[in-house]
């Protein structure tokens, strides 16, 4: 039997999975083996939403007195004690001289996990504890464990890891009555707890039950895929944490692209091309598991990927006959446009042009007037130069060609296009 070093255990008694103790029925046996997983979870004797130390007064059979010569050493070895298996505290009269034949006696079987608080002889007014240890699931830094605790309740259990300096919490099961949340601790020995669900924390004023017990009473209602654990926040409180798991199938598509291949023909030209069969893309279709957890994708699964939609390939017709060479004959040269040819003649040419460009502008055939609309030695507008077949501006032609357009106009309209200046022709 496995005695505890300290004189009362009941903080994690190991990291790894054990052989399961085997418990003998007796005043102390417990209900169920707590050491196997799949336990039943009944609840120990306890009174209803109570708190577990308690007082279970059994009187031991005294042995009558047969011999009165006898009577002193019967009185010398009994005793009374104390006995404290699993936070169910007994007060006995008991014959035992030793730990191991008291628990004996109670049928009070201890495993290789499970601590007593002192072994040896038993004296008058000892207080014999024994803690039987439990396997529970829990994560530890996100990692999901077996973990074997002696502790009576959750928070002590959570106290116990947390002294590791780890973060932890209790995972509770589901069981296959009814899907109840089952956990082999009650939720708190002493004092309140909250029930966080659905963005809510709903205060628990007492907390010494189970995890069932305590959704029950709110009416909260697990969907199938739901997890509960058990965890303490930075306060120091116990809460049961309800997270709201869905599973999703969603399905998805994508274009498969086609390829494209040529065919050649001889009977076009290389630069020519025809579609002999349109490209159609293909479609794949992707079914994925997705899992969300409180609303939050947590992850999603690949259940099918697959073409369900082959594309069509693409078949060009492109030619391979060669363009006939077509040899173009040179152009003449183009002259620089300079407008239609000068022809003025007839009496203009007898006429005084020198005076009238002095009038209009001074003799200088670049001069362009202050309004940027006349140009040259005769103050050519851009229409009237371009009506008498000039190009360009008047101001950059040569000074011949402006006197020859000149009187190309007065031929046209004579000396009144020039309404100030013209008399001056004449003299």
């Known amino acids: 039997m496995r005695r505890a070093p300290h004189p009362v255990p009941g903080h994690l008694d190991g990291w790894s999975p054990v052989q399961f103790s085997t418990l003998i029925p007796g005043p102390f046996a417990r209900s169920r083996a707590a050491s196997e ?9 306890k009174d209803h939403r109570s708190g577990r130390a308690r007082i279970l007064p059994i009187t031991a059979a005294a042995a009558a007195l047969v011999l009165a010569g006898g009577s002193a050493a019967f009185a010398h070895a009994q005793k009374t004690v104390t006995l404290d298996v699993d936070g169910n505290v007994s007060q006995l009269s008991t014959f035992a001289g030793s730990v191991d034949g008291l628990l004996d006696d109670q049928g009070v079987v201890v495993g290789a996990r499970d601590v007593v608080s002192q072994d040896g002889s038993l004296g008058e007014g000892a207080e014999i504890v024994v803690r039987h240890a439990h396997q529970v699931a829990v994560t530890v830094d996100g990692q999901e464990q077996s973990v074997w605790t002696t502790a009576l309740s959750a928070d002590e259990a959570l106290d116990s890891l947390a002294a590791r300096g780890q973060s932890v919490a209790l995972v509770a099961s589901r069981s296959a009555a009814g899907g109840r949340p089952e956990l082999s601790l009650d939720l708190a020995l002493h004092g309140a707890a909250d029930v966080v669900v659905d963005g809510q924390t709903l205060p628990v004023v007492d907390a010494d039950a189970r995890v069932a017990q305590v959704l029950g009473e709110l009416g909260v209602t697990l969907n199938p895929l739901d997890r509960v654990s058990v965890v303490r926040n930075d306060a120091g409180r116990v809460q049961v944490i309800v997270n709201r798991v869905t599973m999703q199938d969603v399905t998805s598509t994508a274009a498969v692209p086609f390829a494209s291949s040529t065919q050649q023909d001889a009977s076009r030209y290389t630069d020519q091309k025809r579609t002999l069969t349109a490209g159609v893309p ?15 994708e947590s992850g999603r699964v690949t259940l099918s990927d697959a073409v369900t939609q082959a594309p069509v390939d693409e078949v060009l017709s492109v030619g391979t006959k060669a363009r006939p060479v077509v040899v173009k004959p040179k152009a003449a040269p183009v002259a620089a446009a300079t407008g239609t040819p000068v022809t003025a003649g007839g009496s ?54 402006q006197t020859a357009r000149a009187k190309m106009l007065y031929n046209r309209s004579g000396a009144g296009q020039w309404p100030v200046c013209g008399k001056n022709l004449f003299s």
């Open 37 to 45: 997983p799949d336990s039943t979870d009944e609840p120990r004797t």
């Open 282 to 296: 293909g479609v794949r279709t992707v079914v994925e598991r997705v899992t969300t957890v409180d609303g939050v």
């Open 348 to 401: 203009a040419d007898s006429l005084n042009w020198a005076a009238l460009a002095r009038c209009e502008s001074g003799g200088n055939p670049a001069s362009v007037s202050a309004s940027g609309k006349y140009y040259g030695l005769y103050q050519f507008s851009l229409g009237t130069w371009a009506g008498v077949g000039g190009s360009g501006l008047p101001s950059q032609a040569s000074p011949d060609e």
